[in-house]
């Protein structure tokens, strides 16, 4: 790999501000804010990540008492609609009450425990367990106890048999929970953080997708895999030719941080590296690795063939296991990223657009900004002409702690991250896609959950279109991780002072949160 020391304090090439100061739009002034986060370092006790003691810790002092993104309030468009939300051991059930009012209560019978609802539905008249036929009304007050002579406190104290509420916060269409009926609100909580969604609020996006995994890893080390960019020059060498992953911009702001990936330009990992002359290249059938020039091309199925510089071949399957050739090993997220499960059409698809030089003598980030523009102007009309290249073809993406990630400016794209019951080595990884709408249209109908098994492909998601085949590669990762913190000598992990700013601001919350009495 190339640029490893650079004699500065960050790595080689422009700045962030550097590519703002060239746009060829105007830059909104949110996206040049300087906040970064003071220096390390940051070591974390590697028993945060599979310890159950310190996962009950999180539930009693983080998710009993944080602000929690829990559902859209297009997921429960009726009134008498209800949603389950589960994190860690804990069960809430959101109800909407009235055309817009939204309530969430401990899902639980306050007779024997029995869950209210286990899952989801609509147009509910009341809630009634199933178990005794306790019922309520939506609004948590009791409705009948069968055999109410049996519970004489029930008549003459109606208030002890009300459903529990938790703290109920909304933003841009988001509906949070907070089961710490004392917790500050919302809008203080998230603060300025509506600043960074002016060009395409929420309220003019609906809910197009949403995946569910289970992964074989804790919840922070799903979540912090997916808030830098640091990992991308091993995990994602496929993209380093069109993103500059090292010169990514960091910033924290109160309880979120912000990571803003230059694209459209390389990373300075391949500075200097002449990348060898192939013919017939596709996104998914073909592809050079632009740190090493070897060539990885489909066979079938689990099956690579890689052809060095030198002419040397060998072929390997898709877990990156040599079967056979002159060589020993090759890159295993490169054999994934070929040989692996494909989308629809996947042979098909032309070569990375970054591979292509850009038309009329722009730069490939002017290129990518026109035809966004482009693509935005039947929904935006000429306010197009105001959003900066920088807008368009970055990769901005926020973490609001402790673990919903909405992607900024255009982007689509958001995840949460959640502790999979009361197992600390096993966590949900969710991903939502939130398209536009024309102004003045209602939203469609929010995507139902499509849930994967835990051993599916992501690319049986094919909903979530190329961001399924980088998911494959991310969480392949992510057990060996989880088996790895187990097995280190050392008993922390160490994060970088400003490449990975995201993950470091998440554990200084948390320590906070922690430390609360």
Known sequence: MTEILTGTNRSAGPTYQDYLDIDSHPVRDILRVESPMEPGPTLVPVERYFSKEFHDLEVEKVWKRVWQMACHEDDIPDVGDHLVYDIAELSFLLVRTGPDEIKAYWNACLHRGKLLRAQGGKWAKDLRCSFHGWCWNLDGTIKEIPCQWDFPYAEAEPERVSLPEVKVGRWHGFVFINPDVDAEPLEDYLGDLADHFTLLPYERRYKSAHVAKVLRCNWKVAQEAFSEAYHVVATHPQILEGLADANTKYDVFGNYSRAMSPQAVPSPHVTGIEPPDIDDLGIYTKLRHPLSGSTYERVEEGVVKVTTRDGKVGTFTDAGTRIDGDIGEADPNMCDWIGGKQLPGFDKADPPAWLSPPPNGKTAREATGDAGREALRPLLGDLVDQISDAEICDAIYLTVFPNWHPWGSFNSIVYRF??????????????????????????????????????????????????????????????????????????????????????????????EWIEKP
């Open 418 to 511: 959640r502790p999979y019951g009361s197992d600390p080595d096993m966590c949900i990884h969710e991903c939502m896609y939130f398209s536009p709408v024309a102004d003045g249209e209602d939203r469609p109908p929010a995507a139902p959950i499509h849930w994967l098994g835990i051993d599916d492909d992501w690319t049986e998601a094919p909903e979530l279109g190329m961001l399924a085949k980088v998911f494959n590669q991310d969480v392949h990762n992510m057990p060996e991780v989880q088996a790895g913190l187990k097995t280190m000598k050392q008993p922390y992990v160490m994060f970088a002072d400003y490449g990975e700013t995201k993950p470091r601001h998440f554990h200084k919350l948390l320590d």
